[in-house]
C-alpha cells in the first residue's frame, strides 16, 4: 500500500510533530503549510492525496485556497476542520467538526469515497460545533 500524501494547511504544527508517529503507522505523509500562501507554492509544486484545512485558517482563506485548487483542476479532496460553521469552508469536499475524535478514519472515509467516485460529491459529515 502506498502512503496517502497530505496538505496539512494552519493545523498545529507541534500536533503534527507529536503524531507523526501515528500518521506514519496509518499509512500517511503529512507535508505542513503554516498559511495559504505556503500552501499554493506547496501544492503547485507537489503531487498530494488530500489538503486539509486546519481550523485556524480563516474560512475567506481556505475558499481562496479552495478555489484555486479547482482552478487548476484538481479533483484533489479539500477537507476543512472547523470548531464553528461560521469557520466552515463553503467550498470544502469534506468539514470535520473539531471534535471529531477519530481523523484518521474521518480521512480514510473520504479518500475511500474519492476511490469509488470520478469526483467527490459533497459530504458535511456531522458533528458539534
Known amino acids: 500500500m502506498s ?5 496539512a494547511v494552519g493545523v498545529d504544527p507541534w500536533l503534527l510533530v507529536t ?4 500518521w506514519k503507522s496509518a499509512g500517511y ?4 503549510a503554516g498559511s495559504v500562501e ?17 481550523q485556524f485558517i ?8 479552495t478555489f484555486l485548487i479547482r482552478s487548476l483542476g484538481s479533483r484533489v479532496p479539500v477537507a476543512s476542520i472547523a470548531k464553528t460553521s461560521a469557520n466552515c469552508d463553503s467550498l470544502a469536499d469534506v468539514t470535520f467538526g473539531s471534535d471529531s475524535s477519530d481523523l484518521l478514519a474521518d480521512i480514510r472515509k473520504v479518500m ?3 476511490a469509488r ?9 456531522q458533528h458539534a460545533y
Open 3 to 7: 502512503s496517502i500524501v497530505v496538505l
Open 29 to 32: 505523509i503529512v507535508i505542513s
Open 58 to 65: 480563516p474560512a475567506e482563506k481556505g475558499e481562496r485556497l
Open 19 to 22: 503524531n507523526d508517529p501515528v
Open 117 to 125: 467516485t470520478p469526483r467527490l460529491e459533497t459530504t458535511m459529515h
Open 38 to 54: 505556503e500552501a499554493i507554492r506547496q501544492f503547485k509544486a507537489g503531487d498530494f492525496d488530500m489538503v486539509l484545512l486546519g
Open 112 to 114: 475511500a469515497q474519492k
